[in-house]
């Protein structure tokens, strides 16, 4: 995008899949935030407009088991000097939601008119409410990304309270209005009246 010219001076809309892992890692979005800057005419749209980026504790006993125990005994030889290598890489995994053992904390939101790239590179302080007696083995991240803007709004979320592909419509997912689709028809379907 940024060694390219269009054909034409501005553009109504943007529509970008630009999420990575952990919504920032991989992500391109600081080639849309180049053809915002560059392209969008006053009052375009940017979808999706508004994401945000949360983490959870989790119990994980049975990974901590298979990935870790694991190297204790290797047909009779202690390989315990390669847990930290094995616990070092992050895991893309889906959670059930029965693992989650802390309140949700949102640690990112994005508001993609407005923000810049330097706002990428970022810390926050985050604390977590620990909602049962349990061992805490890590953290779970997800995100959700808004499409405002529309006729009517959209949010596709990858939550472990949510299985596959989800999009949620207005007004609040917390208000029952749901739209559940397979991950691989992620399709928005009307909502029942």
């Known amino acids: 995008m940024e060694e390219i010219e269009l054909p034409v001076e501005k553009v109504d809309i943007i529509i970008s899949e630009w999420m990575g892992y952990f919504l920032l890692y991989e992500s391109m979005l600081d080639t849309v935030l180049f053809a915002r800057d560059r392209y969008l005419r006053p009052g375009g749209l940017i979808l999706p407009s508004k994401v945000s980026l949360y983490l959870a504790a989790i119990e994980d006993f049975q990974y901590k088991r298979s990935k870790l125990v694991f190297w204790d005994n290797i047909y009779g030889v202690n390989m315990e000097c390669m847990k930290r290598a094995a616990i070092s890489e992050p895991l893309i995994d889906c959670v059930s939601p029965d693992q989650i053992v802390s309140r949700e904390s949102k640690i990112l939101e994005l508001n993609l008119y407005t923000v810049t790239p330097p706002e990428l590179d970022f810390s926050h302080k985050y604390s977590m409410k620990i909602e049962r007696s349990d061992r805490v083995h890590g953290l779970v991240a997800w995100f959700e990304a808004e499409f405002t803007g529309l ?31 397979p991950s691989s028809a992620c399709k928005k379907k009307k909502k029942k009246k």
């Open 151 to 181: 006729k009517e709004p959209i949010k596709l979320t990858t939550s472990p309270y949510n299985k596959g592909c989800l999009l949620y419509t207005s007004p609040s997912p917390r208000d029952g209005l749901l739209s559940r689709m």
